[in-house]
């Protein structure tokens, strides 16, 4: 049988410095109809790049939704972490929403390959009302 060792027993999340993270923001358009498109992000340095930085990057970096007011990040899952089974947001831990702009990546728990949605505040809330998704 055949041994394995170009594999490296290093977790991804591990894999790469603070300062040359990759990040996958989820930029949600409709919870109801689950419309999201990811932008995956490299080279990102956590320990400089804030919360606000993050919001304005993604924002040029997906511009089709322009008729969506994107305000609001919140964790989504880590490299190894449990997921949830909604497919584009974590409708749970309400304490994951990052209101703090100036709080680096870093601070905020960003680890390399973390995955984050982005979306409207006030979309996000009436959806947590009523979880109804459509085809």
Request: hydrophobic residues 35%.
């Given at each position: 049988m055949a041994t394995y060792t170009d594999f490296s027993?290093?977790?991804t999340n591990l894999a790469r410095p603070k300062t040359?993270?990759?990040?996958?923001?989820?930029v949600i358009k409709s919870f109801q109809y689950r419309t999201e498109r990811s932008l995956v992000l490299q080279d990102i340095n956590?320990?400089?790049?804030?919360v606000g930085q993050l919001k304005d990057i993604s924002r040029q970096g997906w511009k089709p939704?322009?008729?969506?007011?994107l305000d609001t990040l919140k964790l989504y899952s880590q490299a190894h972490g449990a997921k949830t089974t909604n497919l584009i947001i974590n409708l749970d831990h309400n304490e994951w929403i990052l209101t703090d702009d100036t709080k680096?990546?870093?601070?905020?728990?960003f680890e390399n390959e973390t995955e984050v949605s982005f979306f409207d505040r006030n979309l996000y809330e009436q959806?947590?009302?009523n979880p109804?998704?459509?085809w």
């Amino acid at each position: 049988m055949a041994t394995y060792t170009d594999f490296s027993d290093v977790p991804t999340n591990l894999a790469r410095p603070k300062t040359s993270a990759i990040l996958t923001v989820r930029v949600i358009k409709s919870f109801q109809y689950r419309t999201e498109r990811s932008l995956v992000l490299q080279d990102i340095n956590l320990e400089t790049t804030t919360v606000g930085q993050l919001k304005d990057i993604s924002r040029q970096g997906w511009k089709p939704y322009r008729n969506v007011e994107l305000d609001t990040l919140k964790l989504y899952s880590q490299a190894h972490g449990a997921k949830t089974t909604n497919l584009i947001i974590n409708l749970d831990h309400n304490e994951w929403i990052l209101t703090d702009d100036t709080k680096t990546l870093a601070q905020a728990g960003f680890e390399n390959e973390t995955e984050v949605s982005f979306f409207d505040r006030n979309l996000y809330e009436q959806f947590k009302q009523n979880p109804q998704t459509t085809w």
